[in-house]
């Protein structure tokens, strides 16, 4: 016999004992008293529920209080700077127990009252005449059922629980997933997983009680709303099953996605896995405020060169840094409104520069530069980046790095000594020359003076690279109609390095 069969004949003759019970004592009793108890088993498990809303935020605050000098130095500055993350965890630990609390408060606010009626009983004698039997027996029938029926609620509504994220970690891909594999045993597949799901969701005895009077008491009992105070004045309502499964599935991808970030040979397909944990955070509005918060702490820190949750500011190459300050002061802007839309265009760069070896800190400056231009990236970034109000700061930082690898490629000790002279003077002069063209012309012009000239000395500038490097001189110096070797050497030396700054703050330039 097995476990499926065994449960099922415990609730059925649980169900039928509860019922068998009712109608005896009934046989007691007037019909008036049997309405009366049955009243009452209803109204208790109205009652119970926000009852049991309010005794469940009481001691999970009071749970949190206690526990929080317990946490380390590192998560009281989180909470501290992310209230929204404690009041979502506290929330969720409130609705996790609630379906027991509200069995329990149903239990004792029904004695009380049922005890009250009997008290009542006993002091009017007309509520004890035995009359109208074939009211009172169906009538205590069926307050035995219901009865019966919302002490299973809380059992039967986590099995439900159980199967939707079983479901819902399948559907995902989690399963597959390196951290699960850890855990689950070798031979179990998403097949025996999602068996298992079905097995505890379809039982006879869960699909009666929850389909009934269970899923609208154990979805009423495990849904609350955050404290405005901590979502920024906003309204948001937690589900137990719609947070647990969207925090299974996140942070397994966000897992995932940091795994395959330290790959020395990331691929499209690990960028992939970057952008489809980003898009995960944005599964439920309470995850959403508590990333774009995270995500605004996290860049404040590393600005100022702190840690956040023990991870330090990624070490890059010094022409890195400027970028990545620019990536963290618009990240540093963020809200609930634009985060899911920048993060998702951000990660794709970001993803872009890890798989082209651009956040490489120990490749050259040559390797850099070509890279840059590599597969048209720097051109197909820079119209990414500009396409969105917010982030062309970013493609303006970007077309400065370029500048920079170029001008940290050829060494600014040998530019300031003269040793390009040539080199400059001979660019210079196809630069002064284009400025009459017309753009197609121009571009054809600038692109093979710097590339042949560069070459001449020992250095492959890709396309995309050369044309930025050359519209942006002859921005800056063509003005007057001509473009001298000084002056071009000149922009190159103070582009070097952590030297250059993009003009005015970041904040400034957000909308």
């Not at 630990?93 to 009252?113: A, C, D, G, Q, T």
């Not at 009077?213 to 009423?220: D, E, L």
């Not at 020992?458 to 002056?487: F, S």
């Amino acid at each position: 016999m097995n476990i499926s069969l065994i449960a099922t004949l415990a609730a059925v003759a649980y169900i039928l004992l509860t019922i068998g019970a009712q109608m005896l004592r009934s046989r007691k009793r007037s019909w008036v008293m049997a309405v009366i108890r049955i009243s009452i088993t209803v109204f208790c498990a109205l009652i119970s529920i926000p009852v049991t809303r309010l005794v469940a935020k009481k001691l999970s605050s009071l749970g949190l209080e206690l526990l929080a000098p317990t946490f380390g130095e590192g998560l009281q500055d989180y909470i501290s700077r992310v209230p929204v993350g404690a009041e979502g965890v506290r929330a969720l630990v409130s609705i996790l127990v609630s379906p027991i609390l509200y069995l329990l408060i149903f239990l004792v606010l029904r004695f009380i009252l049922t005890f009250a009626a009997w008290i009542v009983g006993l002091c009017v004698p007309a509520l004890r005449e035995r009359t109208h039997r074939e009211i009172s027996l169906p009538v205590a029938a069926a307050n035995g059922l219901l009865f019966a029926l919302i002490t299973l609620v809380p059992l039967c509504g986590y099995l439900t629980l159980c199967s939707h994220l079983l479901d819902a970690t399948v559907e995902a891909g989690v399963i597959r997933s390196p951290m699960m594999q850890d855990v689950l045993s070798d031979d179990m597949t998403e097949d025996d997983v999602l068996a298992l799901a079905d097995e505890l969701g379809g039982h006879p005895v869960v699909a009666v009680v929850h389909g009934t009077v269970g899923r609208p008491i154990f979805s009423a009992v495990t849904t609350t709303k955050l404290d405005p105070e901590t979502t920024h004045g906003k309204t948001v309502k937690i589900n137990l099953e719609r947070e647990l499964s969207g925090f299974v599935v996140t942070m397994a991808r966000v897992m995932e996605a940091a795994d395959t970030f330290g790959k020395e040979d990331y691929t499209l397909e690990d960028k992939q896995k970057l952008l489809d944990a980003a898009d995960s955070l944005f599964t439920s509005e309470w995850i959403s405020i508590m990333a774009s918060d995270t995500v605004v702490a996290m860049a404040d820190s590393w600005l100022n060169n702190q840690s956040f949750l023990g991870m330090e500011r990624p070490e890059v190459d010094a022409n890195l840094n400027p970028t990545v300050n620019k990536f963290l002061e618009v990240l540093r802007s963020e809200n609930a409104e634009t985060l899911p839309d920048d993060i998702h265009l951000i990660l794709s760069v970001v993803g872009d520069l890890k798989v082209y070896g651009l956040l490489d800190n120990k490749a050259d400056y040559e390797t850099l530069a070509q890279r840059m231009g590599q597969g048209g990236l720097l051109t197909r970034v820079l119209d990414e980046l500009r396409a969105s109000e917010r982030l062309s700061v970013i493609a303006d930082e970007l077309e400065a790095l370029s500048i920079r690898l170029v001008s940290s490629m050829l060494g600014v000790d040998k530019l300031k000594d003269g040793e390009y002279a040539e080199t400059m003077d001979k660019i210079a002069s196809k630069l002064t020359d284009s400025l009459e063209l017309d753009e197609a012309e121009r571009d054809a012009m600038v692109v093979d003076a710097i590339q042949t000239n560069l070459k001449a000395v020992g250095y492959d500038v890709p396309e995309d690279v050369a044309l930025k490097l050359a519209n942006q001189a002859m921005n800056e110096m063509g003005e007057d109609g001509e473009i001298t070797a000084d002056e071009l050497t000149d922009y190159l030396v103070n582009h070097a390095g952590d030297a250059f700054e993009i003009v005015g703050d970041v904040e400034d330039l957000l909308p």
